[in-house]
């Protein structure tokens, strides 16, 4: 399991850092989610895995997993939501502003190319 | 107390002036001016306790880890500069109230003024170096303001930007001398480091610190080849140079070096930097200031000369050239600042300051033009003025002073350098004030001016003869107090009077008189001969440095911030990897540990199986973008089920419905952004993306693999799970931790949430301005829409579903500090049932059934959080401290109402308005993409109409 686990957040980090090395926002915006969901089950796997240890106290059970990582990880994912929005609307607004999705620091009002539109 | 309280005094007062112009500059003045006095007169009334030799000392903590405390000490130097700073600064107030015109700003000139004043007494009142160095660096700012006062003149910018530029770099280097100095002493406690001498002159980093210091000290104090600064800084206000000039700014260095004198002069090394720079310093600064026309000019360099001066008396290192050294900055302090106001009088008087206009103004201005030829001869050394005695004594100290093994060179440049400044002082009084008018067109007919500008360098002028003299009476204490604090031990043996005998001192006082006069009368010849020398310009070689290194700083951060996203992006992923590598290396055991694993169960190997593919295949198509949301949308989901499946219930209840909201986001976005991303990468950038994010991705991997095959360390958890239900009230382990152990981290969460939301709301609403309202006004919609808006069978649907799902949501907030829930989740919930509303039955339709008002919400939700965190102190109990309480209710049962539930219910609003202004503002803008109008009716669709196309909809 821990290996399936590590293996995932492997795959997911190396898939939204490649994401997020395009030169268009959408691409950018989908691959700091892949990235935030690595992070956050990084995070939470700090806390080492169990299975049917959900950490809410019960008559006579003495074994819980560890709650904090899941504390710590409860906000940190309406937090990236929160960051996914605003970079959202932000490249919106790039795009209304400079006519195209470019992220490569090509000059405003360079030639856009095929694929842009308005 | 009353220590801290001098220091402290100007920098409350700064707000006084800025308050008080409201009333009147006359208001304005006295506002000032009292907070000045009221800090001279705490001053004086410790004054003759000082004289007597006590010293007094303050202290507070402040970061006693880094050796940076709050003292003040006064002894007989801080007292002496102190009473300098902040006398002469009253004189400028009252000076200034007359000189600024009324279409200056005269409240923020006294705001910088009295910043300055704050920031000088800082320095001279220090005990502690590090406590020092920040005032020094504060007059370095609040100089800069000042000189740039008038800031409509480009000279005064480009002069406060210069003197900026120079002292804030030599302040830079005395950091660093000040940092090693206390590292060799042990302390950075100015009383302490002046009981070592021996410790630090021994020691290896001597030099080093000697120099850095110095260079701080030589920056501030204009001293040769650093003394190009000041005289830009004559762009400032008549009443600025006056009083940074004379008393305060460039007497900083000076003070320094008197300051450290008892642990850094004696030594070879500082004699021939201080004694060496101080001389060529007089001497130069003299000569330039003979052909100076500008009035304020003469003065600057002057100034510079006789800076220069005192460096070479500190320099000298015996006990008695300190003695000279101390009674010349009273001398100069008051001669200057009185010829600096002067100056600023002829200015105003006459409209202009070039000396070849003037002549025979005594006439004229006869109060100002005696002030002006006293102060002058003063200047000059001229019997019976304080200027005499104090060059007498330096030129005694020069004639038995060797250097290189040579008797002559110092006693032959001290009489130049002399003879040079009775030349420049002569020719103030001759050119200015004596003789014929040279030209009767002066822009305005001169005339004395009000008694509030020429009372107080009358003042200044009378303390020059007095203290000429009756020296020993008048300043005899005061010296012989901040001399005593200068050398640090036995006083020399000496005599303040004006008639010494036929010295060698004397004889050399003749020569430049006599000298100085004969140079002045070939003053025109002089004139014509030196004009096409050719001298170094030290503004141009400033500027030339100055766009050096712009360019240099330019050429950087054009190549590392070009604007490119994806090149900052690598350069920060491959930093990252290069961290993680260079600690790969250092210790290359990369092994598993051996702790138990779990076993794959066919459940998880399918979700694993399912989040490779997905993952993968929404990099190989992520240039068709709706596909790439779906399958992030899957990747979200098994995100969430390895939650379930791995005891983390609350985590998965979050992560399902923030993707749910982060998908119908995206949607929203997409419907503006193309739908495609074009290819474009070259093979290359893709293979080094491919290389890099696979580095990444092992070494996240490999990290996180070794961490979950080792054993969990002990940590604070074990606590939060034992005291959950005893402190916290509630068995959800995790809410409780979010509500109560760690409260203050989800506080500071939702207010950042909510301000990503009105970010949001910001960036939205600005849209209809500028490029992107025209982009939206012409906007073609570029997909075929469906004729039919609104479903009815999705409006029927979701209307029987709100009340089920706000209640699901009531349900999941009440039960989250026991079981998985709480207002996070409960504000998603809640959020979800209503963004279904607006999506079945239009934006307009549910807004106006929905009355409220969302900003308002996250505001509440703050609110809400922070009133429960404050109620604690009512309990006398820490912020956000909860408690809580049984209650027993019919059906319900007995349950616990925790304090708690007042934070969740902030936590609840909070999210719920984050997200609900989001993806509003989000959908108005698809609104004005799409020119169409809100409805007001849900199901308006109208079944006879024929399909629509984009076209006919727009």
């Known amino acids: ?118 | 107390m009353s220590l801290t309280l001098i220091v402290l005094l100007p920098f409350i007062g700064a707000v006084l002036p800025a308050i008080m112009i409201r009333a009147g500059r006359n208001a304005c003045a006295t506002a000032t001016g009292s907070v000045t006095l009221l800090a001279l007169i705490l001053l004086m009334a410790k004054a003759p306790a000082v004289i007597a030799g006590e010293v007094f000392q303050v202290s507070y903590s402040w970061l006693p880890e880094l050796g940076l405390n709050v003292t003040f000490f006064l002894d007989g130097l801080g007292l002496l500069f102190a009473t300098l700073i902040l006398g002469i600064g009253l004189l400028i107030i009252i000076y200034a109230r007359f000189y600024l015109s009324k279409n200056d700003p005269m409240g923020r000139f006294y705001v910088f003024l009295l910043l300055f004043q704050g920031a000088m007494v800082g320095i001279v009142l220090s005990d502690n170096i590090l406590l020092l160095l920040i005032f020094w660096e504060l007059t370095s700012l609040s100089s800069f303001l000042l000189i740039g006062y008038w800031k409509h003149l480009p000279e005064g910018r480009q002069g406060a930007r210069m003197a900026l530029a120079v002292t804030g770099a030599g302040g830079l280097a005395m950091i660093a001398g000040m940092l090693i100095l206390g590292d060799i002493v042990g302390s950075y406690d100015l009383s302490v480091i002046l009981q070592n001498a021996d410790l630090i002159q021994a020691s290896p980093m001597y030099l080093p610190a000697l120099i850095l210091i110095l260079l701080g000290c030589f920056t501030k104090s204009a001293q040769f080849p650093f003394h190009f600064w000041l005289p830009h800084a004559m762009a400032a206000p008549t009443p600025v140079s006056a009083y940074l000039h004379s008393a305060t700014m460039v007497k900083a260095g000076i003070f320094l070096m008197a300051r450290m004198w008892p642990v850094l002069s004696g030594t070879p090394e500082w004699f021939y930097i201080v004694a060496t720079a101080g001389l060529v310093t007089m001497v130069v600064g003299a000569w330039i200031a003979i052909f100076k026309h500008d009035l304020k000019g003469l003065l600057a360099y002057s100034t510079v000369s006789h800076l220069g001066l005192v460096t070479m008396l500190l320099g000298f290192g015996t006990p008695m050239a300190a003695v000279a050294g101390v009674f010349h900055i009273i001398n100069h302090a008051t001669f200057k600042a009185a010829l600096f106001m002067t100056a600023g009088i002829i200015d105003h008087e006459t409209g202009t300051r070039d000396i070849r206009r003037f002549g025979g103004l005594l006439n004229l201005m006869p109060i100002a033009g005696t002030i002006g030829i006293i102060s002058a001869a003063s200047m000059a050394g001229v019997i019976p003025f304080n200027g005499f005695i104090s060059k007498e004594m330096m030129l005694e100290e020069a004639w038995h002073t060797m250097w290189l093994d040579q008797n002559w060179i110092v006693p032959l440049l001290a009489t130049v350098g002399a003879l040079f400044s009775v030349a420049y002082s002569f020719r103030f009084i001759f050119h200015v004030w004596l003789g014929k008018p040279r030209d009767e067109n002066l822009p305005h007919h001169p005339h004395d001016p009000p008694f509030g500008m020429w009372a107080p360098p009358a003042f200044l002028t009378v303390l020059v003869v007095l203290i000429g003299l009756f020296p020993a009476t008048i300043a005899g204490p005061l010296v012989a107090a901040t001399s005593g604090a200068v050398i640090g031990g036995e006083l020399p043996d000496y005599y303040l009077s004006l008639w010494h005998g036929l010295t060698p001192a004397l004889g050399m006082s003749v020569i430049a008189l006599i000298g100085g006069a004969l140079l002045l009368m070939r003053h025109g010849g002089l004139m014509s001969a030196t004009a096409n020398l050719s001298r170094p310009d030290a503004k141009s070689m400033f500027d030339c440095a100055i766009a050096k290194s712009v360019a240099l700083s330019r050429l950087v951060s054009d190549n590392l911030h070009n604007g490119s996203l994806q090149r900052y992006l690598a350069i920060m992923v491959i930093g990252a990897i290069g961290i993680g590598l260079s600690g790969f290396y250092a210790q290359p055991d990369f092994q598993s540990g051996s702790r138990e694993l779990l076993e794959v169960s066919p459940p998880a190997a399918i979700g694993w199986l399912l989040l490779v593919v997905t993952s993968v295949a929404a990099v190989f198509m992520h240039h068709n973008r709706l596909l790439t949301l779906l399958l992030l949308g899957v990747v979200g989901l098994i995100v969430s089920l390895g939650f379930i499946y791995l005891s983390a219930p609350d985590l998965a209840l979050t992560q399902i419905s923030v993707e749910v909201v982060t998908v119908i986001l995206m949607l929203l976005a997409l419907n503006i952004l193309p739908k495609e991303t074009p290819k474009e990468s070259m093979p290359g950038r893709k293979m080094r993306d491919g290389i890099v994010s696979i580095a990444a991705g092992l070494g996240v991997g490999g990290a996180i693999w070794a961490i979950m095959t080792r054993d969990l360390p002990n940590s604070i958890s074990s606590y939060h799970l034992a005291n959950s239900k005893i402190e916290g009230g509630g068995t959800n382990v995790v809410n409780v931790i979010l509500v109560d152990f760690r409260g203050f981290d989800t506080f500071g969460e939702i207010i950042v949430l909510g301000i990503a939301a009105l970010s949001i709301f910001a960036l939205i609403e600005t849209v209809t301005q500028g490029e992107a309202a025209k982009r939206l006004a012409n906007w073609v919609v570029d997909r075929r829409r469906s004729p039919n808006r609104h479903p009815m069978m999705m409006v029927v649907a979701t209307r029987v579903m709100l009340p089920l799902s706000l209640m699901v949501g009531v349900y999941i907030f009440l039960r989250g500090h026991n079981e998985p829930g709480g207002g996070f989740i409960a504000g998603l919930v809640v959020s979800v049932a209503l963004v279904m509303q607006y999506m079945a039955s239009g934006f307009g339709w549910t807004q106006n059934r929905m009355k409220v008002n969302y900003h308002g919400m996250i505001g509440l939700g703050v609110i809400a959080a922070a009133i429960t965190g404050v109620s604690a102190w009512v309990a006398g109990l820490p912020f956000l401290s909860s408690g809580f309480v049984h209650v027993h209710l019919p059906i319900v049962g007995e349950f616990e109402l925790a304090s708690a539930m007042g934070f969740d219910l902030g936590v609840f609003l909070t999210v719920v308005g984050a997200v609900m202004l989001a993806l509003a503002k989000l959908s108005q803008v698809e609104r004005m993409a799409e020119h169409v109008d809100i409805n007001a009716e849900p199901m308006d669709h109208d079944p006879s109409a024929p399909v629509a196309t984009p076209e006919k909809e727009a």
């Open chain 1, 1 to 118: 399991m821990e290996f399936l686990v590590a293996s995932s957040i492997g795959l997911l980090t190396t898939c939204g850092t490649y994401l997020l090395l395009r030169g268009r926002t959408f691409p950018v915006v989908v691959g700091l989610a892949m990235l935030s969901y690595a992070v956050n089950v990084f995070l939470f796997a700090m806390g080492r895995l169990t299975i049917n240890m959900p950490p809410i106290l019960r008559e006579g059970v003495t074994e819980y997993t560890d709650p904090l990582p899941q504390a710590l990880v409860l906000t940190a994912i309406v937090i990236s939501f929160g960051m996914t929005a605003l970079i959202v609307v932000l490249s919106i607004r790039a795009y209304l502003e400079i006519g195209n999705d470019h992220v490569d620091g090509r000059p405003v009002g360079a030639p856009s190319e095929a694929g842009d539109k308005n």
